[in-house]
T-cell receptor, first 107, second 113 residues
Framework: KNEVEQSPQNLTAQEGEFITINCSYS?????LHWLQQHPGGGIVSLFM???GKKKHGRLIATINIQEKHSSLHITASHPRDSAVYIC?????????FGQGTRLTINP | ETGVTQSPTHLIKTRGQQVTLRCSSQ?????VSWYQQALGQGPQFIFQ???????GRGNFPPRFSGLQFPNYSSELNVNALELDDSALYLC???FGPGVDTQYFGPGTRLTVL
């Protein structure tokens, strides 16, 4: 079993829909990251959180430390949100990544 | 733009060859981590360098080696390339090994034929 599990692996939705991507982890962490990766490979950090909730524009990230679970929400989704979203947890030293969720938003 | 650059962007090699990938850290960052991302997978930690010393290693064989220079730029060397080494190689820099925020470069896509 992977230390970081994401669901779903693939998600296709229509423009405007509310999107939720989930991340569960099994190790102790100091922080959890949500990352966005566009075709071509570049990774952009969206959020880093260790408790509660953070919001940036149409993106919201939550984390429940007791349940070892985090969610990334996208409101009013847009085709430009299409990308791979990766959850990564920071342990003592290294980042451990989930396998990613490929999100496709159709116009 | 994170300020982290990698070169080359793409590279094609054949089995058995050796390759060197380069990473230039964001200014002021003394720690660099290297990751391998196979197609359709999340990145996997290869190793981390802090102040020119290896500071942790993932589950990769010794033919994966690295260097960090006094200006904190870094190299990833892979010897005796195998087909399974085909992947996107990402580097990420940070202010220190214990710092949570890492800044990723755009990656080098390596294809081994």
């Amino acid at each position: 079993k992977n230390e970081v599990e994401q669901s779903p692996q693939n998600l296709t939705a229509q423009e405007g829909e509310f999107i939720t991507i989930n991340c569960s982890y099994s190790v102790g962490i100091s922080a959890l990251h949500w990352l966005q990766q566009h075709p071509g490979g570049g990774i952009v950090s969206l959020f880093m959180l260790s408790s509660g909730k953070k919001k940036h524009g149409r993106l919201i990230a939550t984390i429940n430390i007791q349940e070892k679970h985090s969610s990334l929400h996208i409101t009013a989704s847009h085709p430009r949100d299409s990308a791979v979203y990766i959850c990564a947890v920071k342990g003592a030293q290294k980042l451990v990544f989930g396998q990613g969720t490929r999100l496709t938003i159709n116009p | 733009e994170t300020g982290v650059t990698q070169s080359p962007t793409h590279l094609i090699k054949t089995r058995g060859q050796q390759v060197t990938l380069r990473c230039s850290s964001q200014s002021g960052h003394n720690t660099v981590s290297w990751y391998q991302q196979a197609l359709g997978q999340g990145p996997q930690f290869i190793f981390q360098y802090y102040r020119e010393e290896e500071n942790g290693r993932g589950n990769f064989p010794p033919r994966f080696s690295g260097l960090q220079f006094p200006n904190y730029s870094s190299e990833l060397n892979v010897n005796a390339l195998e087909l399974d080494d085909s992947a996107l190689y990402l580097c990420a820099s940070s202010f220190g090994p214990g710092v949570d925020t890492q800044y990723f470069g755009p990656g080098t896509r390596l294809t081994v034929l």
